[in-house]
């Protein structure tokens, strides 16, 4: 596109706010976002000023996947945004841009691809076996949330990184505080440290191991002075914090499972479409709510004829790519055996998720073990009365009420 397309004229800021949805149910206010995109303007309930938001699927691969998009340069910014507090850690792999984000994500990568994560699978399968018979030993009715929906991710990220079943308990409760705003700064502050403590140490524990748990590769790379001791315990936090997030995706999994039964029969009588319908499930899911990090322009640049100004914030919405109807054909539906399927549930571009391998064995051993042993599962209440979380960065159901 040439200089003389690019209009001038801006389109007006939409104010987002984080509406209360329910269930599953697909932002109306996102809806009505990508009708007017495919670049539009928003304001969010905290931050200041506006930014620019992208929903088209080749739009957001392009702001993510673009140096001139830095995500560095979102520290010093009170951009618009939906989480009340805004507390960067300089250095934080989410604040990175290349090439000391790569340097980061390097040290630990081959734990999360998809042979990396392999290596836990059979001891997953294990500990899930033990958590669904104790649910089943118990008798219905049952919370899956609390019986294993929450457990189970914990526990994985636990063996993945190293971190002894003594301490499981404890980088739980860490992880709920940290990401809790309820409780104040002070508290989630002081949770960070306490874990960030525990990971000094078992890093520490490791420096110059060859083990091939996190813990003892970021051990490795800080005793070749790859990365600091600093950056290394920075990343094994998010990396254990962001382990938990299984806990709510699979939680509106079984939740969509649950309430559209013919779903469920079809992954019990064919489990060889299991894999591929997790990925069209996670497609589907409306993982957050609203959007996530912003990125800056470094330049001026323009997208679609839009012409978008070095120092603009630029969000981008994956839950809308997901849905663009030029590369998912009738996308609000579920389609199990959809193919090809190339969503960005787990992002694009250097940001993507590293934990994605990771959810999807878990989601997959999951949905084997649950529909597999529990034969009669369903709801023990009117799906409108599954209680939802509410005023939360990632949705989910707060619990899972099921009979068998
Ligand atoms: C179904 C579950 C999950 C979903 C849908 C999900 C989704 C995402 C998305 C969309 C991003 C952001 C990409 C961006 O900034 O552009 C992300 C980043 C991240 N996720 Fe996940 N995630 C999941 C599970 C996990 C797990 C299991 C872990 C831990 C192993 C994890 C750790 C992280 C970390 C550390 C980042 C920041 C990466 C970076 O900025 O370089 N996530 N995730």
């Known amino acids: 596109m040439n200089e003389e397309t690019i209009t001038e004229s801006v389109p007006p800021v939409r104010y987002w706010p984080a509406p209360e949805l329910t ?72 604040f990175l841009d290349p090439p000391d984000h790569t340097r980061l994500r390097r040290s630990v990568a081959a734990a999360f691809t998809a042979r990396g994560v392999e290596r836990v699978r059979d001891q997953a399968r ?16 049952a919370d899956l ?35 809790s705003s309820s409780q104040g700064a002070e508290v989630s502050e002081r949770a960070k440290q306490e874990m960030g403590a525990c990971f000094a140490d078992l890093i520490g524990l490791r420096e110059g191991g060859t083990g091939e748990d996190v813990a ?15 950056e290394a315990v920075g990343l094994a936090l998010l990396l254990q914090i962001g382990g938990e997030a299984v806990t709510n995706n699979s939680g509106q999994l079984f939740y969509v499972l649950l309430t559209r039964p013919e779903l469920a029969e079809r992954l019990r009588a064919e489990p060889e479409t299991r894999p591929a319908a997790i990925d069209e499930l996670l497609r589907w899911i409306p993982h957050r709510n609203a959007v996530g990090l912003s990125r800056i322009a470094l330049e001026d640049m323009e997208i679609r004829g839009v012409r978008i100004r070095a120092g603009d914030a630029v969000y981008v919405s994956y839950l809308a790519a997901n849905r663009d ?22 992002g694009f571009g250097p940001h993507y998720c590293p934990g994605g391998q990771l959810a999807r064995l878990e989601s997959e051993l999951l949905v084997d073990a649950v529909l597999d042993r529990v034969p009669g599962l369903a709801l023990a209440v009117p799906p409108e009365e599954v209680p939802f979380k509410k005023g939360a960065l990632i949705r989910g159901p707060e619990a899972l009420p099921v009979t068998w």
């Open 23 to 94: 269930g599953v149910d697909f932002d109306p206010v996102l809806a009505d976002l990508m009708r007017e995109g495919p670049v539009t303007r928003i304001k969010l309930p905290n931050g200041e000023g506006w930014a620019w938001l992208v929903t088209r699927f080749d739009d957001v691969r392009l702001v993510t996947n673009d140096p001139r998009f830095s995500r560095e340069a979102v520290m010093d910014r009170q951009v618009t945004r939906l989480a009340p507090h805004f507390i960067p850690a300089r250095g934080a792999v989410g």
């Open 126 to 141: 294990g500990m899930l076996d033990e958590l669904v018979g104790t649910m089943l030993a118990a008798g219905p009715p």
């Open 145 to 179: 949330t609390a019986a294993v929906l929450s457990p189970f991710p914990i526990a994985v990220i636990c063996a993945l990184m190293g971190v002894p079943a003594a301490d499981r308990e404890r980088m739980h409760t860490w992880t709920q505080l940290i990401l």
């Open 216 to 230: 003892s590769l970021l051990g490795a790379a800080v005793g070749r002075e790859e990365i600091t001791l600093e």
């Open 325 to 346: 109807p030029d590369v998912f054909p009738d996308p609000d539906t579920i389609d199990l055996s959809r193919s090809p399927n190339p969503h960005v549930s787990f």
